[in-house]
């Protein structure tokens, strides 16, 4: 048994159910790696926040999260190059060497994890945008090479998938960010509904804060639907993986929307029958799409936030 892929498999089946169940649709080697990544990523947020698979009271601090920061870009690197003590990090260091993930999309990631240990606050769209690329949209990327990807498009749209993700888990998570200091939501946009940045949890704007939700919801469609034009160009049980995923997370955002004011009342949560309409609805659909889909005319992403193209530029409109 290859100890460092059981460890990985591990992590993500704690830490993630629906991802782990949608990893299950890969072939055995895309799994292996998606699973290999996955507990790299984990292991970061875990750090930062002092947690494990991201819960409360896992893991003692006994350095501030500026220093946690630092000593994770540090062992990054050196997994990079083959130096590893930690087993997660002999799970990244296969990652980058048999697939070729390059060291400055998992720096990208880690920048995402520095916005929220230096406070970062989030004015505009463009800001939130910005966030939701590195701590997501760059994995959406890597997890494309991964599975064979090269091409600049397919990896845009890859980073869109990232970021309709994020902008679901914002939305989502709002009352819980909220509780620990923290706001994704565009500060410019809860100015125009009444929201003070400092009053979000405040029953009595419960109604407004979803009005902005349901706005940030309108953006994460906009992702969702570019996304949806790159899965055709990857292998096929790659596309029913991620496109099974994208179902999950596009209907936690139609759980949010339908709440209403209550949406933070309990999580929301796609259920088990609900998940495998979504992987047999995803299967039709790449079958659809293999067959159709590269002879059909794939739409701009004109006007969409795009990635940088380099590591730590700023993000852009495409267009």
Known sequence: MDKIVEYSRER???????????????????????YMLYAWCRHCDDVIDGQELGFAGGRAATAS?????????????????????????????R????????????LDHLEGFAMDV??????????????????????????AVIMGVKDAATLDRAS????????????RDVMEDAALGRVYLPEDWLEEAGVPRSAIADPANRQKVHEVTERLLAVSDRFYVSARHGIAFLPFRSAWAIA?????????????RR???????????????????????????IARSHAHGRLVEI?????????????????????
């Open 12 to 34: 993500i089946e704690k830490g993630s159910r629906s991802f782990a169940a949608a990893a299950r649709l890969f072939d055995a080697e895309t799994r292996a790696h998606a």
């Open 65 to 93: 999260p500026a220093e946690r920061l630092a000593e994770l870009r540090k062992a990054t690197r050196r997994a990079v190059r083959g130096d590893w003590d930690e087993m997660v990090f002999g799970a990244l260091h």
């Open 95 to 106: 990652v980058v060497a048999e697939r070729g993930v390059p060291e400055r999309y998992l």
């Open 118 to 143: 230096e406070g970062r606050r989030y004015r505009t769209l463009d800001d939130t945008l910005g966030y939701c690329y590195h701590v997501a949209g760059v994995v959406g990327v890597m997890m």
């Open 160 to 171: 869109d998938l990232g970021i309709a993700f994020q902008l679901t888990n914002i939305t």
């Open 244 to 256: 099974s995923a994208r179902f999950v997370y596009r209907d936690i955002g139609r759980l949010v």
């Open 259 to 285: 709440e209403g004011a209550a949406a933070w009342d309990r999580r929301a949560r796609v259920s088990a029958a609900r998940k495998l309409y979504g992987v047999a609805r995803s299967l039709a659909t």
């Open 299 to 319: 739409p701009s992403r004109k006007g969409l936030w795009t990635r940088p193209r380099g590591s730590m530029e700023p993000g852009m409109f495409c267009g």
